[in-house]
């Protein structure tokens, strides 16, 4: 009897969540019109899709520039290593900077589908113009060897660096405004009220590295091929061929995609909760959180999607929630908040300690992007007497092995994991992000030996060593990568925080932004630090990798790296425990 009530009470939850899942796509999403959505015509994968080809035809082209960029900016440009390295790190860092400019536009007045459409033209613009600049002779400095004579080499400035940073930055404007509302919109067209699409909603997020990978795979491989026998300035211009049909492709799937509508202001809800804490600062919050304001639903069974049940974190934020007694007035939403309310910022402000704890796993996948290949260009390239590995495209390695892992993780082991975990990932996200950050400690402990190992034979024995030495330090880290970055859109997307989807997922970029600007940071820093005399120019001063110590520099970011771990076990769990409501229901239904 008991077991028959339990799946009695399960299918009426479920009939509960069908209807707000109806309403949901009638009320709060529209199709390309502008009208109320219909379930049956728009939305799910078949929409979803569409989203995925522009994903892999953006990062394709990104991915073409970003990872041979470094190349070009020594060979082309004629910067020194350190300072081309710092190039591409905050170029790619403000690619994810501008992230939350696209988050914010798209959910307070754009919309996902239009904030994409925009700036992917002004993307495909940049790509354009690097494509122009690359081709013109007269647009960048006269041909040198920076291997030969580096003081021969006349430096890129004046109007030649400037079109070259205005193209770069068009790039970095376009991609940034994109990629959030990439994720989020494919993540709209379904529904987390319904259970199946809850679970569909899980494999979206793998099929989404997936098409990542391959546009990666494709990137590093075909694309930074074109770019080294036929130049860089055909290998611009396929990146902008790329764009286009990814653009085609979002185009394509107009008429099958489910909206949501743009809430206009999306900080102000949370500037109101500060305000009226702030305000209410010395009253004392009661006891029984069913007295606070819109505090009926904290005992609920089942909460409709526009509540979310109370949580005894922060409690400090608990007295925007206190209704004055002496008054016979409606107080103002800057005094007065809901519960719900208050619940959204209690959730945005737990995100914090974990979006922090993938800072320091972006630094990481900083070096391989480019001191490791720095690396692979001072190793034996050739496969064969014609035939010579771009050490660009050693960043392929990982992708290879994905596109075969994540089809296996999403088809076996995720059902597998289900049964074990009762969770509709498989794998809880925050688990996920936590064997990520694991792995990619001993990606760096791989990478230093490596170096140690290389510049060993370079110095000592004149030896130079394969190329495919550097395997696996790529392998470790595409691994970690698979957990760590879908664990966090994931995690972050199906936080309760109603009308910021695309904004959380621009926080998710912009943790690679923070990532690659400390990464620039920490090599000044411990070029200053390790500078013991005047002609020492510290680990990473010099352009020579048998005379830098990048060996020491990666052991360093292990040892980063393994603290940033324990840190994130402690931020976890305590978001776990903090995140548990009176009725012992999780926030997020996530377990660790």
């Known amino acids: ?40 015509k728009h939305g799910g994968m078949r929409a979803a899709l569409f989203v995925l080809g522009l994903q892999a035809f953006e990062i394709m082209g990104i991915a073409a520039v970003g990872n041979n960029l470094i190349t070009y900016v020594i060979n082309e440009m004629h910067f020194p290593l350190s300072k081309a390295a710092n190039i591409v790190t905050n170029f790619v860092g403000t690619i994810f900077i501008f992230a939350l400019l696209g988050g914010y536009l798209s959910d307070a007045f754009l919309g996902s589908f239009w904030t994409i459409l925009i700036f992917g033209f002004v993307e495909l613009s940049g790509f354009i113009l690097l494509s122009v600049q690359a081709h013109l002779p007269h647009l960048k400095p006269p ?12 430096e890129a400035k004046g109007f030649k660096a400037l079109i070259f940073f205005m193209a770069l930055y068009l790039v970095a404007l376009g991609s940034g405004c994109v990629k959030p509302n990439m994720i989020a919109h494919g993540a709209d067209q379904f529904s987390q009220s319904h259970p199946k699409q809850s679970k569909r909603l899980s494999s979206y997020f793998n099929a989404a590295y997936f098409a990542f990978s391959i546009g990666e795979l494709i990137a590093l491989t075909l694309l930074v091929w074109v770019q080294t026998h036929s130049g860089m300035d055909i290998g611009f211009g396929v990146s902008a061929a790329a764009m286009t049909m990814g653009l085609i492709s979002l185009v394509s799937g107009t008429m099958y995609f489910r909206n949501k509508r743009p809430r206009r202001s999306i900080f102000t809800p949370i500037a109101q ?3 009226a804490a702030i305000f209410k600062r010395k009253l004392v919050s009661p006891s029984d959180p069913r007295m606070l304001h819109g505090g009926h639903h904290v005992s609920d069974d089942v909460v409709p999607s526009s509540t979310l049940p109370y949580t005894p974190r922060l409690r400090l934020l608990d007295k925007a929630c206190i209704k004055i007694q002496d008054t016979n007035t409606k107080e103002s939403p800057w005094r007065l908040c809901t519960v719900t309310q208050v619940e959204q910022v209690k959730t945005l402000i737990s995100l914090v300690p974990i979006f922090a704890s993938t800072i320091v796993f972006n ?8 001191f490791s290949v720095q690396q692979g260009s001072s190793m034996n390239t050739s496969l064969s007497d014609s035939f010579h590995i771009p050490p660009a495209s050693l960043q392929a390695i990982p992708y290879i092995m994905l596109i075969f892992l994540v089809p296996v993780y999403d088809s076996l082991i995720v059902p597998f994991a289900r049964k074990l975990t009762g969770h509709n990932s498989g794998i809880p996200p925050l688990t996920r992000i936590g064997i990520g950050l694991f792995l990619s400690t001993f990606s760096m402990v791989s990478a230093a030996l490596l170096e ?3 510049r060993d034979s370079s110095v000592l024995d004149g030896r130079i060593l394969s190329i495919f030495w550097i395997t696996p330090q790529f392998l470790i880290f595409g691994v970690s990568e698979m957990f760590t970055a879908v664990g966090l859109i994931e995690f972050f997307y199906k936080q309760s925080a109603k009308g910021m989807e695309s904004f959380l997922m621009a926080l998710t970029y912009c943790s690679y932004s923070f990532g690659f600007y400390f990464s620039s940071v920490l090599v000044s820093v411990v070029n200053k630090i390790t500078s013991t005399s005047v002609d020492s120019k510290g680990w990473l001063g010099d352009n020579d990798l048998n005379k830098d110590r990048l060996d020491l520099f990666y052991w360093l970011l292990a040892v980063l790296s393994l603290l940033n771990f324990l840190s994130y076990l402690f931020w ?5 425990k903090s995140s548990r409501s009176n009725n012992t229901n999780v926030v997020g239904d996530e377990n660790i």
């Open 452 to 454: 140690k190992k290389r």
């Open 273 to 275: 909760v500060v305000v």
């Open 572 to 576: 976890s769990r305590w978001n776990i």
């Open 363 to 370: 630094t990481i996948l900083a070096q391989l992007q480019t």
């Open 1 to 40: 009897m008991e077991e028959t009530y339990k799946q009695s009470n399960k299918w009426q939850q479920e009939d509960v969540s069908n209807e707000m899942n109806n309403w949901e796509a009638d009320e709060e999403s529209v199709d390309w019109r502008g009208r109320p959505s219909n379930p049956n």
């Open 143 to 154: 041909k040198c060897n920076p291997l030969i004579d580096q003081n021969s080499c006349e």
